[in-house]
């Protein structure tokens, strides 16, 4: 069955590194892939998605390219800051309209 | 917009009650709700989807019996965790999907609830 797999954290940086948190996914057919961001206490917020190959998802400085010939959709951003401390999912979306999600992975940005 | 509540955030309660979780969403008709279960350090679960006026549809593996879902109007949406024992303890989120013009299929997601049987 389809099925997500992204790196375990917890990820911890110093503010203005550079963030790659690394997302690959098994599917039967031509899913959808999405990334979501869980803040502390609150629900899961889409970050961004992409629904094609080769289309780049971004938001708020984030980016992942969907590349199909590695099955991958990791997510990467420039210059990390504090308030981007949260749990990072990986989902997609088969052609079914049902979700699969990966684990989470815990990012921890230090001043 | 496009805000999904679920109450209550924590509940614990003792082996053999039988526990009640609400979805709603708040300025959104959902014609889709989604449960979903999370263990600790684990991928969200689906448990079950709910369409508004008819009977939940359950992934493979888990007890209709036991998490009985009842999606009565297009805003709510409720789990009911039945004779709960303690490894039913886990988070609970559920998601809703809009019937908004350019948000269709997307799922908005509650803040989860927190469950703890004794």
């Known amino acids: 069955g389809d099925s997500v797999t992204q790196m375990e954290g917890p990820v911890t940086l110093s503010e203005e590194a550079f963030l790659t948190i690394n997302c690959t996914y098994t599917a039967t057919g031509y899913p959808s892939l999405f990334w979501y961001v869980q803040y502390p206490g609150e629900g899961l917020q889409l970050l961004l998605k992409?629904?094609?190959?080769?289309d780049k998802g971004s938001n708020k400085g984030f980016e992942a390219t969907y590349r199909k010939e590695t099955t991958s959709f990791h997510l990467e951003k420039g210059s990390v800051q504090v308030s981007d401390s949260a749990v990072y999912f990986c989902?997609?979306?088969?052609?079914?309209?049902?979700?699969?999600f990966g684990s989470g992975t815990k990012l921890n940005v230090k001043p | 917009g496009a805000v999904v509540s679920q109450h209550p955030s924590r509940v614990i309660c003792k082996s053999g009650t039988s526990v009640k979780i609400e979805c709603r969403s708040l300025d959104f008709q959902a014609t889709t709700m989604f449960w979903y279960r999370q263990f600790p350090k684990q991928s969200l679960m689906l448990m079950a989807t709910?369409?508004?006026?008819?009977?939940?549809?359950?992934e493979q593996g888990v007890e209709k019996d036991k998490f009985l879902i009842n999606h009565a109007s297009l805003t709510l949406s409720t789990l009911t965790v039945t004779s709960a024992h303690p490894e039913d303890s886990s988070f609970y989120i559920c998601?809703?999907?809009?019937?908004?013009?350019?948000?269709?299929?997307?799922?908005?997601f509650g803040p989860g609830t927190r469950l703890t049987v004794l």
């Open positions: 989902a997609l979306r088969d052609n079914f309209n049902k979700f699969y």
């Open positions: 992409a629904t094609k190959a080769d």
């Open positions: 709910s369409n508004e006026g008819s009977k939940a549809t359950y």
């Open positions: 998601s809703a999907t809009s019937l908004l013009a350019g948000a269709a299929n997307e799922q908005f």
